[in-house]
């Protein structure tokens, strides 16, 4: 077991004491902080990375002591700035590491992603999703959840209308052709980016195969507003928070931006790479 997980384990033992200590059981809490029964459960169980500041909202509602509360931040602070293996976070269940992504989407109001292998999740269909959990459960033999975690990303994608939210999204158009889904699928999902572009606080960007880069297209990366950065690799999932750190990606996400391309451009490169589909036989 690694060292993060043993943390996670450790500190998710502390927290249900204090409920327990509390006289509450995991539904009266969730109650209380007006979350999901499941997340209670997820955290004290270790399938869940908690917040500092779902740690101060916990702290409260048991109303535990403020050295207590001191220390259980400090532990929090430390699994967050973590570089956690994707092998053991799939462990926990895929469906677990898409709670885990809703709910640092939900405190956050700016998302800027750079996704150069996959369609970013958010904007993903179904059946697309599908395909990729698929390989995801092969490639890190992760338990049989996959109509669990499809259902969560779903639901992940109700955050996109809402309207005090902002989104900010770039693939290279290689990402619209990889076929990691069959053909029909792959239509599928090019409607749906297009109908992604329409959507006001919603910008999505295409940088062209013609188009000059800015730099090398090494690995995606997610700017949660200025606080952290998630930066997945093939074995890691790295959540960074240094400031520099996340400077540095904003400044690489705003070159990206400077050569995509936007709305009626965007849907041009999109509407292109559906009639090459067009023209291959089904699978």
């Known amino acids: 077991m690694s060292g993060f997980q043993q943390a996670r384990i450790d500190l998710g033992v502390r927290l249900r004491h204090l409920r327990e200590a509390a006289h509450l059981s995991g539904k009266?809490?969730?109650?209380?902080?007006?979350?999901?029964?499941?997340?209670?459960?997820?955290?004290?169980?270790?399938?869940?990375?908690?917040?500092?500041?779902?740690?101060?909202?916990?702290?409260?509602a048991v109303q535990a002591a403020p050295d207590v509360v001191e220390e259980?931040?400090?532990?929090?602070?430390?699994?967050?700035?973590?570089?956690?293996?994707?092998?053991?976070?799939?462990?926990?269940?895929l469906a677990a590491v898409q709670e885990d992504i809703r709910d640092m989407e939900?405190?956050?109001?700016?998302?800027?992603?750079?996704?150069?292998?996959?369609?970013?999740?958010?904007l993903q269909?179904?059946?697309?999703?599908?395909?990729?959990?698929?390989?995801?459960?092969?490639?890190y033999q992760a338990p049989d959840e996959i109509d669990a975690a499809i259902r969560v990303r779903m639901?992940?994608?109700d955050i996109l209308y809402d309207q005090s939210r902002r989104f900010r999204f770039i693939v290279p158009e290689a990402v619209l052709r990889y076929r990691l889904?069959?053909?029909?699928v792959m239509r599928g999902q090019l409607d749906r980016l297009l109908?992604?572009?329409?959507?006001?606080?919603?910008?999505?960007?295409?940088v062209p195969f013609e188009t000059p880069l800015p730099s090398a297209l090494l690995n995606g990366f997610w700017i949660y507003d200025d606080d952290h950065v998630r930066v997945p690799t093939r074995t890691?999932?790295?959540?960074?928070?240094?400031?520099?750190?996340?400077?540095f990606y904003a400044r690489a996400f705003e070159e990206f931006c400077a050569v995509a391309a936007f709305r009626e451009d965007a849907r041009s490169v999109i509407v292109r790479v559906l009639h090459d589909f067009a023209a291959q036989p089904g699978d």
């Not at 269909?125 to 490639?139: C, D, G, H, P, Q």
């Not at 006001?200 to 960007?205: L, S, T, Y």
């Open 181 to 184: 889904a069959p053909l029909d």
């Open 106 to 122: 939900a405190r956050t109001t700016l998302l800027r992603a750079f996704e150069p292998g996959v369609v970013i999740g958010l």
């Open 155 to 157: 639901q992940r994608q």
């Open 236 to 247: 890691r999932d790295l959540l960074l928070r240094d400031p520099e750190d996340v400077a």
């Open 125 to 139: 269909t179904t059946e697309y999703a599908r395909s990729v959990f698929t390989r995801i459960k092969r490639l």
């Open 72 to 93: 259980l931040v400090e532990q929090a602070s430390g699994l967050l700035e973590r570089q956690d293996s994707w092998r053991q976070r799939h462990r926990s269940g």
């Open 195 to 206: 109908a992604v572009t329409a959507l006001p606080n919603v910008e999505f960007g295409v």
């Open 28 to 60: 009266d809490l969730a109650e209380r902080l007006k979350w999901q029964a499941s997340k209670v459960s997820r955290i004290e169980n270790a399938r869940q990375t908690i917040t500092e500041e779902d740690i101060a909202q916990w702290a409260q």
